[in-house]
Structures are given as structure tokens and as C-alpha cells.
């Protein structure tokens, strides 16, 4: 059995609003509709890790109007004993989706911000050495929890959104797996082109490894044995891009728990991430059959004959966090390209 995911992360009420397009400055729109859905990056990725099967301890904090939010997360199968009730209203995201489901989001707080460097040191009393560490920017206490699980021997994955100040002094040299997309990979190195945000991300993560999502131009990893690109596919309609990034992280990390090469854990995030554009909230990763995943990914690989050392720059097949209207099809002959079915 895969050792657990300790999975520092908010939980929130988001309020998701249909509209024509997203309000511009001064603007005020009517909604369609509104709905209510759990959400929180971290819930959300969370729900994706459980459903691809991995063993989540989810650590934070919700306030009394937010105990549904843990009964739901209960029920997906994640371990919530250190999930807290603080005095504080639950953290909130007030969401705008438009018809080409871009959104745009403003989060509130709340109890997230009432996570203490003792929740994080109780939780993670009796985690084994080399289990992981998933942390987002959405609570407190993430710094003091990176420092601790290194002193534990863990191993840490870290998405630092949204990125502010705080997040640029995160100790990323300890940090074994690093998810950004663009925006916060350009803020953190200085750069602008994904070639030079990939090269400066991995000065600065030196033991680990970079993911970098581009959205409609799909993602980029780069780690020690070398680096792999992921184009974005077609997809008839997306709904709600929301939580799709969550998704990609969290079935990325669960294929990684289970002792999968990068090129595998790509192909399954992908592949995952293909449902989240039509889903929002905990939503984000419909229930998907592991075995299925793995059947298709061993499929392409060996279609390709994909090089094991993965010393060459590949091509997975992979829908980011927006629709395409034209995949980047390539002739199965080609070396190094992975195309991800429906």
C-alpha cells in the first residue's frame, strides 16, 4: 500500500455564477444562475487524490457554517479527523464561469487563515518518513509545515496559488515536487517565456521536480532525468475550468505515490483532467477506473516506443484548464508523442 498524502488545504463555500462574460472593471453583470458547491483548492485536490486512489489525511480548518464540508469530504473517502472547527466563518470564493468556461475568482479566507503551527505539528506527529506533503497558498501555517515535514524526513509537494509575498519565501529548495501555472511561475523567477520559468523554477527546486501548467498550451515537466511536454488535446465543451488544475495535481501525485514514471503520471493526470471541464467543486475529478487509466498509458507507450530514461523531450496529450478547438494530432509513428483518447 502507498503511503498517505497529509494534504495541508482550504475548504470553502464557493458561490459559482453563470454569466454571458466576465465582469470588466466597473461593470456590473446579471447572473444566469448561482450555485452552491464545496470547493477550496485544497478540498479539491483532496477529493481528486482519493478518487485516483490514493490514502489522504486532509489538515485545516472550517468554521460551524462549513460542517457539511467535512461530511462531504468524509464521504469520498479522505481522513478528516484533522480537519478543525474554528471560530471564524468558512472560507468563501464568490466564482464568475462565462459560456466559454474561463472564470474568474475572489477568495475569502476565513477559518483557512486559522490554521496554527500546532494543527499542523498534531497532524503530522505520526506521518512516515517519505510519505507526502501537499500544501496550496490558501491557508496559514504552510511555511512552518514545509520546514517540519523536511525535519520528518517527507517528501513535499507545494502549488503555491494563489502566490503573494509570503509565497515567494516558501523554502522551495526543499520542496520535492513544485505545480505552478504560468502567471505564478513568472512571478517567482522573473521570467516570461515557459523555457526560461522552467530553467529558473529548477535552480530553485533543486532536489525535485517542476511542473508547469500552460493552459491552452498544455504543461511542462522537468526533473532530474529530463523534461516532458504535454499538448492540450481537443474537447467538445467545457463547462467549468475551475477545479481543473486541482484535478491534474491531484491524480498526478496519487500516480506518483504509487511509484509511477513521470510519462505515466502525466498520462493519468490528463486523462482525469479531460472530466474537469465539465464539473465544479469536489466535482472535479469524475470516479475513473485506475486500471483502465494505466491500460491506456501502457498502450501509448508502447505505440511509441517511448524511451525509458526519458532523456528526450516528449509529448503527452493533455487538456488544461480551457478548451482547444484543434488538437496538436501528430502520426502515431512520430517518436516521443502521447496522445491521451477519450
Known sequence: MSLPVYNLGSLNLDRVMRVGHIARPGETLAARSIALFAGGKGANQSVALARAGARVVHVG???DDGRWLVEKLAAEGVDTRFVRVAPALTGQAIIQVDDAGENAIVVYGGSNQQVTPADVEHALADAPAESWL???????????????????????????????????????????????????????TGESSAKRIIDGLRQRVVRGEVLLTLGASGAWYAGPRGELRADAPRVAMVVDATAAGDTFLGY????????????????????????AGRCNGFDTARPSDCRRLAAISRHRAQRTNLPDSLSLTDVVGYHGCRASSQANHREPGNRGNIHVGQ
Do not use: F, W
Open 61 to 63: 480548518c472550517v468554521g
Open 134 to 188: 501537499l500544501a496550496q497558498n490558501e491557508t496559514s501555517a504552510v511555511e512552518h509545515a514545509i520546514r517540519l515535514a523536511h525535519a520528518r524526513g517527507m517528501r513535499i509537494c507545494l502549488n503555491p496559488a494563489p502566490l503573494d509575498e509570503r509565497a515567494r519565501e516558501y523554502p522551495l529548495e526543499l520542496v520535492h515536487l513544485l505545480c505552478v501555472n504560468e502567471t505564478e511561475g513568472a512571478a517567482l
Open 252 to 275: 498526478y501525485l496519487a500516480a506518483k505515490c504509487r511509484g509511477l514514471e513521470p510519462v505515466e503520471c502525466l498520462a493519468r493526470a490528463c486523462r482525469a483532467v479531460r472530466h
